[in-house]
């Protein structure tokens, strides 16, 4: 049926409807494609379009408003965090630099989910980066910007570890966060989704789901605007009422939460919309008195984890002139000249491990719509302004002649000053909506746990007291999981798959079908 145009208005059926198409969506569509054998019918809602291969330009102002709701400046009700959620055939796994990090066993150990175990999880994501072509890179592909850190890190005293990488075939372009253009990131557009698709699943694009009825979904297809990237939809422009023995939602964080919201779950799920993290960041850039690889490369290969001890990261990065700009603070000469420095700057991406508090929530106002309140506490604060230090001593210690800190006044530090980083950069100087801080890895909204009082879902994310909905995404996760969540999601999905395939009557441990890897739709 993929392909077929319906008719507006029309009442379809599906055994299973999966909203999002993402690491936990794609990862369900996947798992349940050899049911399709066994006449059952699936079906994968995706809110953003889908994207042909050349489509993808790597230009910043091109393709942000293409794979990220509102082009990835969506804000905090305060106005102090913009929050990157990809919005495309393949999610957030379209547009993140294919880092994939299996979840530390303490943090699933803290969570305290009963019946969900860190050596099962693990087990499920390692499949999952075989099948992705994880792998670390080999030294002749690591750029300056990379190597610097390295050594940085080492000589100031800091242990470092290298990123395992989704791609094959990597060309080096480093425009991982504006969507591989040379289709090397193996995210669920290029592996998953392809396989359930030849399996008979069918996927429907620039749907958006509306509400949850008993056992239905309310969905909208919008038109392909004119000039706008992707293909039309494929199903005519309209409004459906979807009925199916069960739904998966797997819209992201943001995205689930708000929808089940608006479906009005919270009337008997207390905890809907709690429990919100986010690993708030912000760029520093460091000049050098050479031009060095920046731009060339894949951008984040290294990294610094010190999320238990004190509460951060650290991440080599590389953000594009435009994104760069934004994110530095000051403004005229100081600020001009800096960017005339770009082939110079060497980039450290600063991460808090924060926590869930009772304030950081996610809500819908009165059209719907998401509204997340995010507040930023001392433990924060003190944890970005350390991160910011220990950045700035890898920095000088690579040989940079200059370090820009946003938690800093005025944030520019000279080489001469770099025995007083304690005092330069300090946490009166870190002032909400005057530092430029995103953030990417969104969690939390749906979290597992006991019962409806303590949590939303259960460990398979069964939604309490709705037995026909799941959920399977970062809504899940009852706290930070302190790293890139794609795998740990992954992993999750892959449980809420074996539960659904028991519901459908199919054995839980159905083969997983092959992979062509490098196929699209």
């Known amino acids: 049926m993929s392909g077929a145009k319906r008719p507006t208005g029309a009442e379809l059926d599906y055994d299973v409807v999966i909203i999002g198409s993402g690491a936990g969506g794609g990862t369900v569509a996947y798992r349940l494609g050899p049911s399709i054998a066994s006449g059952a019918r699936v079906l994968v809602v995706e809110q953003g379009p889908r994207l042909d291969d050349h489509e993808f330009t ?40 294919g880092t994939s990090l299996i979840a530390p066993e303490r943090v699933i150990r803290d969570w305290d989910v009963p019946g969900l175990d860190h050596a099962d999880l693990a087990a499920r994501s390692r499949r999952y980066m075989e099948q992705n072509g994880v792998h670390l890179l080999p030294p002749e592909e690591i750029n300056d910007n990379n190597s610097l850190f390295v050594q940085g890190c080492r000589e100031a005293g800091y242990e470092v570890e290298q990123f395992p990488v989704n791609v094959r075939g990597c060309r080096g372009s480093s425009l991982c966060n504006l969507g591989c253009p040379n289709q090397a990131k193996q995210g669920t557009n290029r592996v998953q989704l392809p396989s359930a698709e030849r399996h008979g699943v069918e996927v429907v694009t620039r749907a958006e789901a509306l509400r949850l009825e008993d056992h239905a979904v309310v969905v909208r297809v919008h038109e392909r605007p004119e000039g706008g990237k992707g293909r039309p939809s494929e199903w005519a422009p309209g409004e459906y009422t979807v009925r199916a023995r069960m739904v998966v939602v797997a819209g992201g964080s943001i995205g689930s939460t708000a929808l089940l919201l608006r479906s009005g779950m919270g009337r008997k799920l207390p905890r809907l919309g709690r429990n919100f993290t986010a690993h708030p960041a912000f760029i520093l850039v460091a000049e050098h008195e050479r031009e060095i690889t920046n731009d060339v490369g894949h951008p984040k290969s290294f990294y610094v984890d ?35 420095a770009f082939p110079r700057l060497q980039m450290i ?48 210690a690579a040989g940079a002649r200059g370090v820009h800190a946003p938690p800093a006044d005025p944030p ?6 770099a025995h007083r980083l304690e005092r330069r950069i300090d946490a009166r100087h870190f002032q909400p909506g005057r530092i430029s801080v995103s953030a990417a890895h969104l969690m939390g909204g749906c979290a597992m746990g006991r019962d409806h009082r303590d949590s939303v879902t259960d460990a398979f994310g069964r939604v309490h007291r709705y037995p026909w909905v799941r959920v399977a995404d970062s809504a899940l996760f009852p706290d930070s999981v302190e790293i890139n969540p794609y795998l740990t999601v992954m992993g999750l999905a892959d449980r809420v798959a074996d539960d659904v395939l028991e519901v459908l009557g199919a054995p839980s441990d159905v083969r997983c079908p092959p992979v062509i890897h490098g196929e699209t739709r």
Not at 358 to 376: A, E, K, L, M, S
Not at 412 to 417: A, D, G, K, Q, V
């Open 306 to 340: 010190r999320a238990a001890e004190d509460g951060w990261l650290l991440e080599t990065c590389m953000y594009f002139p435009f994104v760069t700009a934004k994110n530095m603070a000051g403004f005229g000469r100081e600020h001009s000249m800096l960017m005339r």
């Open 412 to 417: 520019l530090i000279e080489r001469s000053e």
């Open 58 to 97: 790597g230009d910043e102002l091109d393709m942000a408003p293409a794979l990220y709701r509102d082009a990835g400046g969506f804000l905090t009700r305060q106005g102090t965090m913009s929050l990157a959620l990809g919005q495309v055939y393949g999610g957030s796994t379209v547009v993140y630099t």
């Open 349 to 396: 991406l600063v991460l808090a491990a924060d926590k869930a508090e009772p304030q950081n929530r996610i809500t819908v106002d009165r059209r719907g719509q998401p509204v997340v309140h995010y507040d930023f506490t001392f433990p924060v604060v003190a944890a970005m302004v350390g991160a910011t230090r220990a950045a700035a001593r890898i920095f000088f």
